[in-house]
């Protein structure tokens, strides 16, 4: 593990891309479950509307890696003296498929559909891999959290790849780590499977490295992210601003 330092009342790990890949990639199969956060400014702000102590926030606590996936909330935390490497979510999943995971390994997938299980198994034939599709209304539905908790914690995956959107994808990690006997490792990843197979066109790297991909997912999908984009986002820059270490 990593010394942790805060930022929004978040403690992040001061990790870079390739030391958390290093320790993920060290891990024993059998080690008890641990799971994987990477909180961007859609979290961030989610969280700070939260009051302290609720279970969202134990989750990111209870979290064994917790990292930046947001240039923004990196770039913010600079500008408050908080030095905050950032290793998106999207990056890391791809390392751990392209250049981690070794042929008969075992991944659970939690979520997608059907062709999000056939599209990662097309770039790795050579693992072992269990999907579940769990029902829509997760956050609210802690019995199918549950179930699909459960599902995971079965098939003793080196890596769990958890695809259902936060907070409940970080709520079904948190869970499978409660349960006797679980092992391997979490990653609560959203849509970075879809990225990765190309079944969805990420931002060019330019725009990733003005810290403007949101502005490609914007455009991509305005019916349903005009919202977090435009309304909910932006109030992170408020919260920086009235943050005190």
Known sequence: MSERTTFLDIGFDRLTED??????????????????????????????????????????????????????????????????????????TARIVQDVLVAGDRVCIIGGDAATGQALAAIRPDIVLFQHVPPMGLASDPAARAAAARFAAETQARFTLIAVGSPQQELIAQAIAALPGATGIGLCIGASIDFLTGRTRRAPRWMQRLSIEWLHRLASDPARLWRRYLVEGPRVFLLAWRWKK
């Open 19 to 92: 030391a958390l890949v290093a320790q993920l990639r060290a891990r024993g199969d059998n080690a008890p479950f641990a799971y994987v956060v990477t909180p961007n400014v859609d979290h961030v702000v989610r969280l700070s509307a939260r009051p302290a102590g609720a279970p969202e926030h134990r989750v990111y606590a209870q979290a064994a890696w917790c990292v930046c996936d947001s240039r923004i909330l990196g770039r913010l935390a600079r500008m408050r003296g908080v030095d905050l490497p950032v290793t998106p979510g999207s990056d890391l």
